[in-house]
């Protein structure tokens, strides 16, 4: 099946850092999508992007939709210990019904 | 507002066993799916349905059943439970038409000794 190639798969980062990760694909998405799952919960949609080169914030969290439609990236400014947790992009190659392709996730851990 | 409810959250089976998982939404959503989660391997599609009495197979839909008899309803059915299903399993729902967004269920995690 299709694969999103997503890093890096795990950053320990110091409370107040900046944080970036990115997926990629050798396939073209109309949709790119950004979850977090805390431990024993399911992934909670953090941002969602439906077009080429779009830039959206969330507050500390930005995304943008690669303007290639391969590749997204998701930067968390001003980490706290809050934000630790697994991050996922998900995309979307067709529309409507097309099921959801989901990367391997990043663990943030935040050292206070 | 309830969301996505899945029951139960734990469960043990011993090999071979058969059992349903729940998944209740209240959202009027179309689209259900079922993913499982495994450790380093991210989520992966087990079966999904657009809506009432239409579903369809996702990447590793071996050993699992499921049907769509009601909007509300999507349970998945293991009938002979094995070691290699031992997951987190999530289910979630979207609207179908210009929605891509997902909720999700907090999970059950099986295991299969």
């Known amino acids: 099946g299709q694969q999103l190639n997503q890093s890096p798969q795990s950053m320990f980062i110091q409370e107040g850092e900046d944080v970036s990760m990115n997926c990629t694909s050798s396939?073209?998405?109309?949709?790119w999508l950004w979850y977090k799952q805390e431990p024993g919960e399911g992934p909670v949609l953090l941002i969602a992007l439906y077009k080429a080169g779009e830039l959206t914030s969330n507050g500390r969290l930005t995304a943008q939709f690669g303007i290639t439609r391969k590749d997204s990236f998701l930067n968390i400014s001003a980490s706290i210990p809050s934000d630790v947790g697994i991050y996922f992009c998900?995309?979307?190659?067709?529309?409507?019904?097309?099921?959801?392709?989901f990367g391997k996730g990043t663990r943030l851990s935040v050292i206070a | 507002n309830a969301g996505v409810t899945q029951t139960p959250k734990f469960q043990v089976l011993k090999t071979g066993q058969s059992m349903t998982l729940q998944c209740a939404q209240d959202?009027?959503?179309?689209?259900m799916s079922w993913y499982r989660q495994d450790p380093g391997m991210g989520l992966r599609l087990i079966h999904y349905s657009v809506g009432a009495g239409i579903t369809d197979q996702g990447e590793v839909p071996n050993g699992y059943n499921v049907s769509r008899s009601t909007t509300e309803d999507f349970p998945l059915r293991l009938l002979s439970a094995a070691p290699s299903q031992t997951s987190v399993y999530f289910c979630?729902?979207?609207?179908?038409?210009?929605?891509?967004?997902?909720?999700f269920g907090q999970g059950t995690r099986l295991t299969v000794v």
């Open positions: 396939s073209i998405f109309n949709t």
């Open positions: 979630a729902s979207r609207l179908t038409a210009g929605g891509t967004e997902a909720f």
């Open positions: 959202m009027n959503h179309e689209y």
């Open positions: 998900a995309g979307q190659l067709g529309s409507g019904n097309t099921p959801l392709v």
